[in-house]
């Protein structure tokens, strides 16, 4: 258990609404990623984070912001929801220097009608 | 960028049966190349992975092999039982400058029947 928690695990909402999902961790993990899910795509990185305040784009970004005040806290936002956006997403940390091994969370189901 | 490609996207075995899923991907650079089991409702979990200086590796009934001339690798499940039930995915990335950023296949869906 890498300790890892993300909330909601259950979200529906309207298009054109604003959306934070958390991503909270006890164990001080440097790395923090957010994935979405979708049928026929795998697993695609949205954010990715190296410590508080070093975050980055992935494949996926638009539509999308992150923000990292606190080593244990990964938020993502999407800013005005689009049905586009329904998805699962996940959160996952990897141990940095030890191998490129991901722990990820339980998931978060967005609904965005 | 990379981009990965499995096959097949949904496999049916009897329990006992081998069930073999492949990938091949296009970055030639990519040198480790993780498989994920997701079981219903929750997050993925590695189960095994490979890096491009070794052809092969086994884990009890699991091994995975690294073609790199040919860019593909495979997962090799052996005497599957129904617990092995779930959705595989396989992914690439480099190690050097892209840490934990995996590109990930599009998945197969594994159902062992008794």
């Known amino acids: 258990d890498a300790g890892i928690t993300q909330s909601p695990r259950h979200k529906v909402t309207e298009t054109g609404t604003p959306v934070t999902l958390r991503c909270h961790q006890t164990e001080n993990h440097r790395y923090m990623y957010w994935y979405r899910q979708d049928p026929g795509h795998g697993l695609r990185l949205i954010h990715y984070s190296y410590g508080v305040k070093d975050t980055d784009k992935g494949e996926v970004s638009d539509g999308y912001s992150v923000s990292r005040s606190k080593t244990e806290d990964f938020l993502l936002t999407l800013e005005s929801a689009t049905s586009s956006q329904t998805s699962v997403y996940f959160c996952a940390i990897s141990l940095e220097a030890v191998s490129g091994e991901l722990f990820f969370g339980e998931g978060s189901r967005l609904t965005v009608l | 960028g990379e981009n990965v490609e499995q096959h097949p996207s949904t496999l049916s075995v009897q329990e006992g049966d081998s069930a073999v899923i492949k990938c091949t991907y296009s970055?030639?650079?990519?040198?480790?190349f993780p498989w994920y089991k997701q079981e219903l409702g929750k997050g993925p979990q590695l189960i095994i992975d490979?890096?491009?200086?070794?052809g092969e590796k086994k884990d009890q009934r699991i091994a995975v092999t690294l073609n790199k001339t040919a860019k593909h690798f495979s997962l090799h499940i052996t005497e599957t039982q129904p617990e092995d039930s779930a959705v595989y995915f396989c992914a690439a990335s480099r190690t050097t400058d892209s840490w934990g950023k995996l590109q990930f296949g599009a998945g197969t869906q594994v159902v062992v029947t008794p």
């Open positions: 490979i890096r491009s200086n070794v």
């Open positions: 970055d030639s650079a990519s040198n480790y």
